[in-house]
């Protein structure tokens, strides 16, 4: 069975000319061995600990975000927010009485139409 186009390990060959090879992934020797623990340490993922996981598990950022962007809201003086709330109410109350009314009137004349 040949495996044409495919490395040893079964993956794809490469490209057959490198002079449009990416910089990023070229390959040089490395000759000291703190560069080689440096390179290693790049190279290897490492795992988080404890705290870390439980940081992120708890994600603590958002609620640091949070708060640092409510202390920048500039919140309503007590006299503006109460004329928003008995505004409210009052939109409120003048909707349901409108909608009340309405479905008053259509439910006599559906009866009307019923009977």
Known sequence: MAMRGRTMRGGPAGRASTTDADPARVVTSVTSSKAIRQATAAASPTRPGRVRLLTE????????????????????????????????????????????????VFEKLFGLFLS
């Open 57 to 104: 598990r708890l994600n603590i950022d958002f609620f640091r975000d949070a708060f640092a962007e409510l202390r920048k809201v500039t919140w309503p003086s007590r006299e503006q927010a109460t004329n928003l709330t008995v505004l409210v109410i009052g939109v409120s109350l003048a909707t349901g009485l409108a909608l009340g009314a309405l479905d008053y």
